[in-house]
């Protein structure tokens, strides 16, 4: 067994989010307006985000949700029944369930082993006459080889919609995600991602036609928002329902935070690198394989810092999380492969031998603490952690 000499410690959560007092007054601000649902503040963050992006024409739209975020731009391009999605099998359910949502059909692909991204090889084999679009997911916060997944959709006429729930502030050849010229790009502001609105998300597109029917199947097919019909000179009572839409408007209260987060991104991001990097100097001789990184010059988010056990590590991956979780370290698995699940796996018959690398990765998968709440001293208790449980 090993021994625990920080059994005294209290229990280091798997992730915690970093808020201010700079968010606090800011959410208290907006509870004194007046107007704590989308308005002004909302309006406000979307135009710093686009600011951030620093890209002429990018529209953000926000929205309550990465998940609703996805399902917007999905059901923007018009993706229905009879046709197909395909994405990566290694990731969270929300980026395939957006697909069921509108009556289309998911079809997955293993990842490569290196990057643990979507495997782009692998992509033209799954393409039929029915595929209709690609969803990449920037996992971890490493980006997908957007220029050559960019092209493959080119040539077979696919649309492509980037999941980069992980990946802000992410860049591929020093461009940020968001800005590689697919039909959309969609970030999450999830209690635990690099920036958080509690629940929250960005849907981002050069694509005016995209952009307009996003807004209002964001709120209930309305063809004006509240704030707008609120705010207009003349009085503004009438509106009219240009289609079935949804309830997935950003709240001024969540926006508040938004603002604030997305000010302290380049800090965060700071942060996040240092510990990364600790990370590859203090666990580089154990028996893991260390996450792949970005190539030079480019940015990782490090949304999550993953390690697999090798094959010769001396304990599983579950005994490894026990261990862990006995010395007071919280861990996670990213992911639990979609193949893996029962609805998935049923509705389209998969197995772990068509997904050899996803299903060898899962098995030997732990993502550990990293987010910029962590002290120094947190830190090191990770490291320390890990070299007792794999005995070194
Ligand atoms: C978090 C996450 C989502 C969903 O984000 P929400 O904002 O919670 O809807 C989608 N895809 C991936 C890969 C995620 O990690």
Known sequence: MSQNPDQKLPFLPFALPELGEEEIAEVVDTLRSGWITTGPKARRFEQAFAEFLNEPQIECIAVNSATAGLHLALEALGIGPGDEVITTTHTFTATAEVVRYMGADVKLVDIDPKTMNIALDQIEAAITPRTRAIIPVHYAGLAVDMLTLLDIARRHGLKVVEDAAHALPTTLEKELIGTMGSNATVFSFYANKTMTTGEGGMLVTRDAELAKRARVMRLHGINRDAFDRFTAKVPSWYYEIVAPGFKYNLTDIAAALGLHQLKRLPAFQKRREQIAARYFEALADLPLILPPQAPEGDVHSWH??????????????????????????????HYVPLHQHPYWKERYGLTPEMFPESQKAYERTVTIPLYT????????????????????
């Open 373 to 392: 709440a962590m002290t120094d001293e947190q830190v090191e208790r990770v490291i320390a952690a890990v070299r007792r449980a794999l005995g070194a």
């Open 304 to 333: 999550l810092y993953v390690l697999r056990l090798t094959e010769d590590a001396p304990i599983g991956r579950d005994e490894f999380i026990e261990r862990l979780f006995e010395q007071g370290i919280g861990c996670s698995v």
